[in-house]
């Protein structure tokens, strides 16, 4: 549980399910098979994270388990290349050759920053393309041309570019959580929070806008039950993702000790959920985001048990 903190996967479905709504197929084998994937990439890299930083960890993080002494590093090595390959196999599987075309890319920017972006000037840029091109597997997975996007076509480039802007705003957040992770240990200068903060209240606004703006511009007008909803749901998502990992910033710039933003770290971790769920809102399914949203207390509990960072 520790060594992939098993209870921060729950950050990971969302991902797809955000692309697969914004590609036009929410749910589905594929989709389930995505999440899958998904999910077993995400713990080989934590796996991976604890085998690349068993030395870092031994001064940083002693209580890690592979520095504690509680799983070899071998078995750390082990894990993160038995995942991989289930990961890329549950991709095969559901998705053929596009679901390889994403979730080979993702794999290697996952392996290539454990084993040696992390600590270089393009390490946040690596990790947001990783969750960027989570997105994109939830698009590719979902790929279809339902009624509300138009005559965009269908096909993998179809998918690919209606699956853009949610890759866009999450790979965002991503790199803020990201910048601010480099300082969970020795603390920040209050200007990265500040920085961060007004970046993830940018990707709220835009996460929420397109959804509520019909509502507010004129002409006014009533706005038909599935509209309303959508645009509920994504405003609450926003109010969660605002409330948990915005706040938690704003603590950080107030008190920018480690001990405040590796708070903050784990609430931009959990708060990913929230995020999907707004993104997954605004592109028209407001009942699957609902549900997704309902797991962010569960992780928050969850997260208090095991760490997610």
């Known amino acids: 549980m520790s060594l992939v903190r098993a209870p921060a996967a729950l950050s990971v479905p969302g991902d797809i399910l955000a692309g697969a709504t914004a590609a036009g197929r929410p749910l589905g084998p594929r989709t389930a098979g995505a999440m899958a994937s998904s999910v077993c990439l995400y713990w080989a890299g934590m796996a991976l994270n604890?085998?690349?930083?068993?030395?870092?960890?031994?001064?940083?993080?002693?209580?890690?388990?592979?520095?504690?002494?509680?799983?070899?590093?071998?078995?750390?090595?082990?894990?993160?290349?038995?995942?991989?390959?289930?990961?890329?196999?549950?991709?095969?599987?559901?998705?053929?050759?596009?679901?390889?075309?994403?979730?080979?890319?993702?794999?290697?920017?996952?392996?290539?920053?454990?084993l040696k972006l992390k600590s270089t000037p393009a390490g946040p840029a690596a990790m947001a393309g990783a969750r960027a091109l989570d997105v994109l597997a939830g698009a590719v997975a979902g790929g279809g041309s339902p009624p509300w996007h138009g005559p965009r076509g269908g096909g993998t480039a179809g998918a690919l570019a209606r699956g853009a802007v949610p890759a866009l705003l999450t790979g965002v957040h991503t790199y803020t959580l990201t910048a601010l992770s480099r300082h969970e240990i020795s603390g920040a200068p209050a200007r990265l929070p500040a920085t961060t903060l007004a970046v993830s209240s940018a990707t709220a606004l835009s996460t929420v806008l397109p959804s509520v703006?019909?509502?507010?511009?004129?002409?006014?007008?009533?706005l038909p039950?599935?509209?309303?909803?959508?645009?509920?749901?994504?405003?609450?998502?926003?109010?969660?993702?605002?409330?948990?990992?915005?706040?938690?910033?704003?603590?950080?710039?107030?008190?920018?000790?480690?001990?405040?933003?590796?708070?903050?770290?784990?609430?931009?971790?959990?708060?990913?959920?929230?995020?999907?769920?707004?993104?997954?809102?605004?592109?028209?399914?407001?009942?699957?985001?609902?549900?997704?949203?309902?797991?962010?207390?569960?992780?928050?509990?969850?997260?208090?048990?095991?760490?997610?960072?």
Request: proline fraction near 8%; aromatic fraction near 4%; charged fraction near 20%.
């Open 213 to 222: 703006l019909p509502a507010l511009l004129p002409p006014r007008r009533t």
């Open 50 to 114: 604890d085998y690349a930083d068993a030395a870092v960890d031994s001064v940083e993080r002693p209580t890690r388990p592979v520095p504690s002494g509680r799983v070899p590093r071998r078995t750390a090595l082990a894990v993160a290349t038995g995942l991989t390959g289930a990961g890329l196999g549950l991709a095969a599987v559901s998705g053929g050759r596009r679901g390889l075309a994403v979730a080979l890319p993702l794999t290697a920017l996952i392996w290539a920053y454990d």
């Open 225 to 309: 039950r599935e509209e309303v909803a959508r645009t509920a749901v994504a405003s609450a998502g926003v109010l969660a993702y605002l409330g948990t990992y915005g706040w938690a910033q704003v603590r950080a710039v107030r008190d920018p000790r480690a001990s405040s933003v590796r708070r903050a770290v784990g609430a931009g971790i959990l708060a990913m959920v929230p995020l999907q769920a707004a993104l997954t809102a605004r592109a028209g399914a407001p009942v699957a985001a609902a549900l997704l949203g309902a797991l962010h207390p569960v992780a928050q509990r969850l997260a208090r048990r095991v760490s997610p960072t």
